[in-house]
């Protein structure tokens, strides 16, 4: 079953104007499902998880695009990317036919150095997740607390979302196998990939919390630079996001470490071991749960506008907190998560600060929370219940 996706407006649009295009995204989120459901018809498709193609594709490019000639989908390019100063000089032969060369890749880092390099102009980029709350449901307004939990629990991932009866447990485990073997060994060779499994479960626990180095690299008994390493092949394969402390010159009272959020909250849960709806949001960590399915929507919403999402966070030495700060044409929007249904305007006292210390690039702030209506708290601030704030379009 396919479902429409969001970001379909803003491919088949630039479809239309640039000679390339590639989706990245993590393993699994769509992107060849995508690519095929909109162009299937028009383009030939070719797949570089083959052996023998990509090894054509890398030893013999020209030889591959006589036998593959655009318009062509080209799916996993990350396998030959080889393949990039070719079809440049395939674009540059005739730069004014566009849509001829469609690309999946799911190592962003490595792929965009790549596009620098030889596409840069010349390709369009997007990045595909797991779906949205909007894609999943007709109504998301209409969304129960059974309902959200369980979407907490399964997560985007397009397969455990359409297909019924999976057992998501089975699913998430063969998930992180095959991406520690895959993606993984490929970006930066591990020895013990244990370690690295014992480090993605502490990642789990500390989510949405201030990421200290030194602690991880004590408790795992690895070096700071391998910490660091392991969090950028993550960053790379689309399983985490870094939410750096928002800094603008009255910020030197601002602490400045980094925060580390999933991208999807289903291998959140898994990771976490959270095995059920009942267990969703309950001890521990559930506010930073809550929190990340916000952020994966802010995050969503941009990337399906073709836009690269710049989300931040802000805490002062004296305690105050804004869970995220999201930066948009020069305009500043404060977000306050809270895991409550009641609604005041002392949930709101840090927004209140921060929007006097930066009032004039502050249109709106937000508190998203499982409130049932839309409450004006002050002229910038608003409560929005998640089931609303999912369907609102901050463009």
Not at 110 to 127: D, I, N, Q, W
Not at 331 to 355: G, H, M, Q, T, Y
Not at 378 to 385: A, E, G, Q, V, W
Request: net charge positive; glycine share 6%.
């Amino acid at each position: 079953m396919y479902i429409d996706r969001d970001i379909e407006r803003i491919i088949k649009s630039s479809v239309k104007q640039f000679p390339a295009l590639i989706v990245t995204g993590p393993r699994q989120s769509g992107k060849t499902t995508l690519l095929k459901h909109l162009f299937s018809k028009s383009h030939r498709y070719v797949s570089m998880d083959s052996p023998d193609t990509r090894l054509m594709a890398r030893d013999e490019p020209a030889l591959f695009f006589e036998n593959y000639p655009p318009p062509i989908i080209i799916d996993e390019v990350q396998h030959a990317p080889e393949i990039f100063s070719h079809i440049k000089i395939l674009v540059d032969k005739n730069r004014n036919k566009t849509g001829q060369f469609l690309l999946t890749g799911s190592q962003s880092f490595p792929l965009m150095a790549k596009v620098s390099e030889s596409l840069a102009g010349r390709m369009a980029v997007f990045t595909l997740l797991g779906l949205s709350f909007n894609e999943q449901f007709e109504h998301p307004e209409k969304l129960s607390i059974s309902n959200l939990n369980k979407r907490a629990l399964m997560g985007g991932f397009p397969e455990v979302v359409t297909k019924r009866n999976i057992n998501f447990q089975i699913w998430f485990s063969s998930y992180l196998q095959t991406y520690l073997e895959r993606d993984i060994r490929q970006l930066r060779l591990i020895g013990d990939l244990t370690d690295f499994q014992r480090f993605l479960q502490l990642l789990a626990a500390f989510n949405g919390q201030a990421i200290n180095l030194s602690s991880f690299s004590r408790d795992l008994g690895v070096a700071v630079n391998t910490i660091k390493s392991w969090i950028s092949i993550l960053e790379a394969s689309g399983q985490i996001i870094s939410i750096k402390p928002f800094y603008l010159n009255k910020g030197k009272r601002i602490i400045k470490s980094p925060k580390i959020y999933f991208l999807d909250t289903g291998l959140l849960c898994y990771l976490s071991g959270i095995i059920s709806t009942e267990q969703v949001f309950k001890g521990v960590g559930s506010g930073q749960l809550f929190e990340t399915l916000v952020l994966g929507e802010i995050v969503r919403n941009f990337y399906n506008h073709g836009i690269v999402p710049r989300v931040f966070w802000w805490r002062t030495t004296y305690g105050e907190e804004v869970d995220f700060v999201v930066e948009h044409k020069g305009k500043l929007i404060p977000i306050e998560v809270k895991l409550s249904s009641k609604v005041n305007l002392d949930i709101a006292r840090n927004l209140l600060s921060f929007c006097e210390l930066f009032g004039e690039k502050i249109d709106k702030a937000f508190v998203v929370n499982l409130s049932k209506e839309k409450i004006v708290l002050s002229k910038k601030i608003t409560s929005f219940p998640f089931a609303e704030f999912v369907k609102y379009n901050i463009f």
